[in-house]
């Protein structure tokens, strides 16, 4: 089984400011990460993911996690954040192969960008 | 490519009420999901669906939640009867394929039960 902790329930931020969202996670096996951000009133959009390879993977629009084994984490960070970025943002984890490839998320982190 | 659609958007019942959630997957996608999100949590899967099979029901509380994906396209989740607990956003997602595909959300369906 897989668990996701994503440390941060809010995280306010002023424009232009860095951030890091936390997110750590327990597996048994190999694992596939991925970040989820949910806009007002929307669904769940896929950010980000790390499936293998480079341990840093990096969004169209800025974000970038990196993916450390020997931690269990996959933060999240912006080196300048927009208002257009305040959303909900939400970790998730599954399992390489079988039934442990379903998608456990976190509890998300309420980033809020101020101007 | 039309994104994943969900009817109603919106949905206020009483308890022990009946209610339904429809869902139309990406054209193709084999692989479709419900999840219960509930305010303030992440989403929790409910049950997934390969084709017109149930892969996993496990966390599906079936004493009174139904799911059917007839003819392996659209779906239908049922909520009979419903409790104030089953206040949450119910989510579908599709998925391509069997790999570590992404899976694509629809907006949801916000229920209340007053």
């Known amino acids: 089984a897989q668990s996701v902790t994503q440390l941060d329930s809010q995280v306010p931020v002023f424009e232009e400011a860095p951030v890091e969202l936390r997110c750590n996670y327990s597996s048994s096996v190999s694992v596939y990460l991925f970040w989820y951000v949910q806009y007002p009133n929307q669904g769940l959009q896929l950010l980000l993911k790390y499936l293998s390879g480079s341990t840093l993977v990096e969004s169209i629009n800025g974000f970038e996690a990196e993916f450390n084994k020997s931690q269990t984490s996959f933060h999240l960070r912006k080196p300048s954040v927009h208002i257009s970025d305040t959303a909900e943002y939400f970790c998730a984890v599954s399992g390489s192969s079988g039934s442990a490839r379903q998608l456990t998320f976190g509890s998300g982190t309420q980033l809020t960008v101020l101007p | 490519e039309a994104g994943v659609a969900q009817s109603p958007r919106y949905k206020i019942i009483e308890k022990r009420q009946s209610v339904a959630f429809w869902c139309n997957p990406i054209s193709g996608h084999a692989t479709l999901y419900w999840y219960q999100q509930i305010l303030g949590q992440g989403p929790k899967l409910l049950i997934q669906f390969q084709n017109n099979g149930v892969v996993d029901d496990s966390q599906l509380p079936k004493d009174r939640f139904s799911a059917e994906r007839l003819k392996g396209v659209d779906s239908t989740l049922k909520i009979q009867p419903a409790k104030l607990e089953d206040s949450a956003v119910y989510l579908c997602?599709?998925?391509?394929?069997?790999?570590?595909?992404?899976?694509?959300f629809g907006p949801g369906t916000r229920l209340t039960v007053t």
């Open positions: 997602a599709s998925r391509r394929g069997r790999g570590p595909y992404e899976q694509y």
